[in-house]
Structures are given as structure tokens and as C-alpha cells.
């Protein structure tokens, strides 16, 4: 708090400001009184050499793909309960990322309780999270905070249903998309930034559970979707885009 007005000050006299969404936008005017011409908001980009579309086959086996770090944050513990309950189709969860401590090692028993229905590939290259991408059916981020994970991009350009928590500037730029392609779950009020009540999670883990039902069902029915929607957000979200988008707003600040 002793450093606020020194740092206002001073971001005050900045020529541009780039923001992820324009709900952060939002934030930034309100916390540095900041004039909204200033502030651009253009998202963040993936490599679209390596994240691209294959069609999408089915050989009975759903395949739901989950990035990032192993702990309760990124809502995996809760992943992992809601998946024990789905009996009535086959399905194979992958797991790449990495972790530690105590939340890790919950985490890899609640993953272990699954037995081959897991795959464990801790931490992976690009390209290697490409191939799991391509291979993948569904891919889920039950996180309660995000900035604006680029994992989503790389995952709907590789041709991935998106299930997701609704966090802040998600409905911004998913909400046009079909339900089919990508389900928001609605989020109770937090504890912490980053942490539910407990009182929440039993039906977190029902929702979560009711929702992958749910897109298992329509994996089975078209393995492949056609969604123009979520086409154009994930070509809008290329490194050359977003490259475009940065550079004007450096010539419109010189």
C-alpha cells in the first residue's frame, strides 16, 4: 500500500497499456484512473505452426486432456472426484504439467485411484503438447483464477470441446461460442482469490461431472465439430495477430 501513489504516478505518464481482456481494462482504469483511450486490451497469443486443427476420429474411447499445474487452484483435485463418478462411458484422462508438495502428492492419489484411466505425462514440450491437443477429444480447465490461459487457444486451434471455469473475461470472449464447443461453469463466491468454501466443492464436483457427461455425449455423437464461432477466436488469438494488435498500439502511442 506505501508504494500505491509512487506507482500511480508513474504508470500515469506511460504513452500505451496493453491489457489481456477488457474486463482487466476495466480494472485498470479504476485502480490507476487511467484514460480508457490509453488502454488497449488484445489477449495473448499461441504458435500456430504447432497448434492446428486434425480431424477428430472416435475409436470408443473419449479422450479429455487437462494442462497445467497439479494443485488445488487449478481445480484438479476436483477434476479428478468428478471423473471417479462418470461409469457409463469409456473415457482416458491425460495430464501434463507438473507440481509439488503436499497439493502435487493429493493430486497424484486422487490420480492414482483411477488406475488406467490416467496418464500421467508430467511436464511436455510444445510439440509434444500439440500431439496430446490433436489426439484429444475434450480438454478441461477447472481453474478458480487465470490471467488468460493461452492453454484454452492452443486447445480450441487443435480442435478440443473446452470445458471451463467462467472466469473473469471468459464470457468476453467465449460467450459467442456454442455450448457444444465450449461450456462455461459458473463459479459459487470464492474464499480466497483462488479457493473455494468448502461447502461449495461437493457440487463443483457435480457440475464439473455433469458437464463432461455432457460433452462426452456429443464427442460420441460428432466427433469433430463445426463451430465458425470458435474458429475465428482461435485464429484471432495467433502470434501473428496479436503481433498486429501490439504493433499498433506502439505506432499510435509514438
Not at 502435487?104 to 490420480?111: D, G, K, P, R
Not at 480466497?192 to 460433452?215: F, G, H, V
Not at 466427433?223 to 474458429?231: I, R
Request: glycine content about 6%.
Amino acid at each position: 500500500e506505501h508504494l500505491r501513489d509512487f506507482v500511480k504516478k508513474y504508470c500515469r505518464q506511460l504513452d500505451g497499456i496493453i491489457a489481456l481482456t477488457n474486463d482487466q481494462k476495466t480494472d485498470i482504469i479504476r485502480l490507476y484512473d487511467i484514460s480508457p483511450d490509453k488502454i488497449a486490451a488484445i489477449g495473448g497469443g499461441y504458435d500456430e505452426t504447432i497448434f492446428n486443427r486434425t480431424p477428430k476420429t472416435l475409436n470408443n474411447v473419449v479422450h479429455i486432456l487437462y494442462a497445467g499445474k497439479f494443485n488445488r487452484s487449478k481445480g484438479v483435485p476436483w477434476l479428478l472426484r468428478s471423473l471417479a463418478d462418470i461409469k457409463d462411458h469409456d473415457w482416458h484422462l491425460h495430464m501434463a504439467g507438473s507440481g509439488r508438495g503436499p497439493e502435487f502428492e493429493e493430486c497424484m492419489v486422487l490420480a492414482k485411484k483411477l488406475g488406467e484411466k490416467v496418464t500421467i505425462h508430467g511436464y511436455v514440450t510444445q510439440n509434444q503438447l500439440s500431439a496430446l491437443m490433436k489426439k484429444a477429444h475434450i480438454q478441461v480447465l477447472p481453474s478458480f483464477f487465470e490471467g488468460l490461459p493461452l492453454v484454452l487457444f492452443e486447445g480450441l486451434a487443435s480442435g478440443c470441446r473446452i470445458i471451463t471455469t467462467n472466469l473473469s473475461g471468459f464470457t468476453e470472449i467465449f460467450g459467442a461460442v456454442k455450448r457444444e464447443t465450449v461450456d462455461l461453469i459458473q463459479l459459487p463466491p470464492l474464499k480466497t482469490i483462488d479457493q473455494p468454501y468448502s461447502k461449495d466443492e461437493a457440487w463443483l464436483e457435480k457440475e464439473l461431472c455433469r458437464k463432461i457427461n455432457q460433452m462426452i455425449c456429443r464427442v460420441k455423437e460428432h466427433p469433430d465439430y463445426n463451430d465458425k464461432q470458435a474458429e475465428k477466436i482461435a485464429l484471432d488469438h495467433t502470434w501473428q495477430q496479436v503481433f498486429n494488435r501490439v504493433f499498433s498500439v506502439y505506432q499510435a502511442a509514438i
